[in-house]
């Protein structure tokens, strides 16, 4: 019974753990209606995207008052009281430049200069359209695009040009078709406008091939009487979503940014929504990123990491959310020039990929609190990927290692199932002589279990230990885009996707229960029928589970099965 007990345990603390995953996204308090926050004398105040968009000539850029409210950097601290807010703007278009690369295929508005649609030419939107590539950033079907631009200071000052093109200044372009050809290994395109003042702006962007990170640089050429100053932004802003993974397995979508000292943080859509002026975050930053993440892709903008820079959120619009963040202030003297250059990731969360662009950007695919475990067990089922070239088979394989590694804890378990087996006989012997006294009770049971040197909890310690192995390895067949539309066998076209026709979820049940029979004992009613329910239970649950998941369950039911045979019919009668 105590096999049975320990079993049932782990059963319900997996279960209890995917509900409280789904209680979460389902019934946890939803945040408060959005509200504009109070307007104190110290407030700035944030121009209405619901009102109309100051117009703008062609070629010439929005005048300095409406970018009032953006963020400054550590040398111009702000108010106590007063928290900073990002310019907010309604979408306005005007041109749009075509590119295509071997991995992107994208849309630049000359508005801003903003990356207004990027498809992912590698990444099928699903199995049974591979023609069609999945849109990672819109501006139409959902609000998701990449911004920067820079900025002067709100307070005219004698002797400085003040002219600057920001995320609303409509830039003059060279093409309007753009293609890497083969044999170039970068593509570069080249946005223009000149002040009135005579300053000359470039915004360029930087494709390479095969690669998921963009080069945008801001290029300011001083051709006026005066010197220039100001500074330069990047933003990302989305639309909220729910979640981007499976009804059952919701996963986090939403800002995130990293800093040296905080490492990995992110923003909840109702954190923006409770921060007064929606800034969640107003903080300096050096070696940071910010980005908005998703189930299997990421936009990030990576900075100069040796430069300061100001972090910031804001809510345009109820619904739509900005992370971005602002550079300290930069001078250019007249007659000279000055190249301001940023990075931005727009791709897959490719984890050997990310590792290298900056540090900690590899968190984004995210393990839960099981990464130091969970990051060791992905290398490790890449490694069987690369020479098995399937990800099914090296699922598998993966769970015969694991298996394989705590075979002797196994062993040890059942070793101890056994000898309290042979002992219940006995134990029920002196609950019904102490009966009315739990203090005698328990010390007549110790002193059995010294005795017969046997460990109360020997049975279910080995099994404890290996439960953060089995969690991690969940997140890892969860958050690993590698999996995202890999093939196994049959009609496993997809493991990151339910299995159509319940096949593995059937399996999976029947074995459970198969382990439960294995070893009949006797059970009060009440943990027989909760015994019965359980394979029930998570056989419907997993129903709609991404079937790479499935797939690892039903090895390592299949595995356990064999172990206890082996170990109970083998090792256990051979040491009698």
Not at 75 to 92: C, D, F, K, Q, Y
Not at 348 to 362: C, V
Not at 442 to 460: D, F, R, S, T
Request: proline share 8%.
């Amino acid at each position: 019974m105590e096999q049975q007990r320990t079993l049932l345990f782990i059963g319900l603390l997996v279960l209890g753990f995917l509900l409280w995953q789904n209680w979460q996204r389902d019934y946890a308090p939803p945040p408060p209606a959005p509200t504009t926050p109070a307007q104190g004398p110290a407030t700035p105040a944030v121009p209405d995207e619901a009102g109309p968009v100051p117009s703008t000539p062609a070629g010439g850029s929005t005048p300095d008052s409406e970018l009032a409210a953006m963020p400054l950097p550590q040398s111009a601290p702000a108010t106590p009281g007063h928290t900073p807010a990002a310019p907010v703007e309604r979408l306005a278009s005007a041109e749009r430049i075509h590119v295509t690369t071997d991995v992107y295929r994208i849309e630049i508005d000359t508005r801003g200069g903003d990356l207004r649609r990027v498809d992912l030419l590698q990444y099928p939107v699903d199995v049974d359209h591979p023609d069609v590539p999945y849109r990672l950033m819109d501006d139409v079907a959902k609000t998701y695009i990449a911004q920067s631009g820079l900025f002067s200071p709100q307070a005219a000052s004698e002797g400085f040009v003040q002219s600057a093109p920001s995320h609303r200044t409509v830039y003059r372009a060279e093409r309007r078709e753009y293609m890497l050809a083969d044999g170039e290994e970068t593509l570069e395109v080249r946005l223009h406008w000149t002040s009135p003042d005579g300053v000359r702006f470039t915004k360029t962007y930087v494709f390479k091939r095969g690669s998921y990170t963009v080069t945008v640089k801001h290029r300011i050429e001083n051709a006026a009487a005066l010197p220039w100053r100001g500074n330069v932004y990047y933003r990302l802003r989305r639309s909220a979503v729910v979640d981007e993974g499976s009804a059952t397995l919701p996963t986090y979508t939403g800002p995130v940014y990293y800093s040296p000292d905080e490492h990995y943080q992110e923003v909840e859509f109702e954190d923006i929504d409770d921060a007064p002026g929606f800034n969640a975050i107003n903080r300096d930053i050096t070696g940071g990123w910010a980005a908005m993440s998703e189930h299997y892709f990421l936009g990030a903008w990576i900075p100069d990491a040796k430069e300061n820079f100001r972090y910031f959120t804001a809510r345009p619009d109820t619904g739509v959310y900005v992370i971005g963040l602002a550079s300290g202030e930069h001078q250019v003297a007249p007659g000279e020039s000055a190249e301001l250059s940023s990075h931005l990731f727009v791709g897959p969360k490719l984890q050997d990929i990310l590792e290298d662009i900056a540090p900690g950007l590899e968190l984004t695919v995210d393990y839960s609190w099981l990464t130091i475990i969970a990051k060791p067990l992905f290398w490790l089922l890449s490694w069987l990927h690369s020479f098995i070239g399937n990800w099914g088979w090296a699922i598998i394989a993966l769970t015969i290692l694991i298996k394989a590694a705590f075979y002797k804890l196994s062993e040890t378990s059942y070793r101890s199932m056994a000898k309290m087996k042979k002992l219940h006989p006995k134990l029920q012997d002196i609950q019904r002589r102490y009966a009315g006294d739990r203090q005698r009770k328990g010390q007549a049971m110790m002193e059995l279990y010294k005795k017969e040197g046997v460990n109360p909890l020997g049975g279910c310690l080995p099994i404890l230990i290996q439960i953060p192995v089995f969690i991690a390895l969940y997140w890892v067949l969860l958050e690993s885009v590698e999996l995202r539309q890999a093939d196994w066998i049959l009609w496993y076209r997809d493991l990151s996707t339910m299995d159509p026709y319940y096949v593995l979820p059937l399996i999976m049940g029947a074995t459970m229960f198969l382990q439960q029979k294995l070893n009949p004992t006797q059970m009060d009613p009440t943990h027989q029928k909760m015994m019965m329910l359980l394979p029930v239970v998570f056989t419907v649950f997993f129903l709609w589970f991404p079937s790479g998941l499935v797939l690892y369950w039903v090895t390592n039911n299949i595995l356990s099965i064999a172990q206890q045979w082996y170990i109970t019919r083998r090792v256990l009668d051979a040491g009698k």
